[in-house]
């Protein structure tokens, strides 16, 4: 009974060792030659493996900053040619104005000099021309001499001269010498929307009125433009001023719309350095027909460069060894070949390869340790 029980025991050991031999023999063994391991068809260790294409990098572009200005074209800032006090502001922010609107009332002592040296020259014109005609009556008649007729004669010139300037003097202020009220009205040099008002009823107006803290620039009472088009301002530096150049187009971002692109044209770079920065400042312009871009905006500025040769790879695919850059390339189904690469730039996501490696190979991203245990 001892010796039957002893015989089956046996031969269940047997059998148990002959299935684990056939089933260690149904896992076939990597072949490593070289940089390269070769998997058999349907081996399982290639459901460890991560694959994804080798992908072109497209133009890439450079990071630029810049800001929001207004179209100095399409843009003029107003003072009071006139010192005086202001009665009356007749447009607000916003507004749309076209030319010789009104702008604000101004009640001006020197205006009113003005008026009055109108009329005064109209009387001296008339006077003057009154005196040379009844000179050339007496001439005619025998009662003048011909020397007071030529005075009279130039007189007249001189004073219809002074009417003249007198009159230019006020119409190019919008205004003529019929009365002398003192009253001017600031008026618009253009079409345009009011896009700044410094003034108020009330104040105190001259016209060298400056900034307190900035003496050197002047304050202008209104500033006029045409807000659905802009200027930016782009500071480059040195190494950057190839990408800048006229007719260029770029797209920026404004932190008051992330993720928001916007378009603009290059059109013209500067021929100067800045001293103070060592930067060259570029001026483009941006098309605002929504208006939603306001003027003095700080934007990112992203400028194409010249085309790239380098290609796009997974950050996971890239590992280190020995102060070089490897990937696993998959060369065929089960075939992997480790290839050294040379990284030209880093991303979050992906690095820029510029050697060991073309667009439409693929690299393995998960599974690298395995395969570099296996060389090793």
Known sequence: MNFTRSLLLTLAALLVGCRGASTTDSIPDAKVSGERISFPTAAPQLGAFAIQPVEREGSPTARLFGRLTWDEDATVRVFTPFAGRVRRVRADLGKVLAVGAPLAEVESPDFAQAQADGRTAESAERLAESNRARLHELYDHGAAAWKDVEAAEAEAARAASEEARAHARLASYGAGADSVNGFFLLRSPIA??????????????????????????????????DPSRLWIQIDATETEIACLRPGTRFHFQTAAMPGRLFAGRVDLVSETIDPATHTVRARGTVENPDRLLKAEMFVSVDVPTQPSQDVSVPS?????????????????????????????????????????VRAGERVVTEGCVLLEQLLD
């Open 192 to 225: 345009g929307t009011v896009v700044e008002r410094n003034v108020t009823p009330g104040q105190e107006i001259r016209p060298d009125q400056m900034l307190a803290n900035a003496p050197q620039l002047f304050s202008p009472l209104f500033v006029l433009s």
């Open 316 to 356: 996971q695919a890239v590992f280190l060894k020995d102060d070089r850059h490897y990937v696993f390339v998959e060369e065929r189904p089960g075939t992997f070949a480790r290839r050294e690469v040379r990284i030209s730039a880093e991303h979050d996501t992906h690095v820029l390869v510029s050697a060991g």
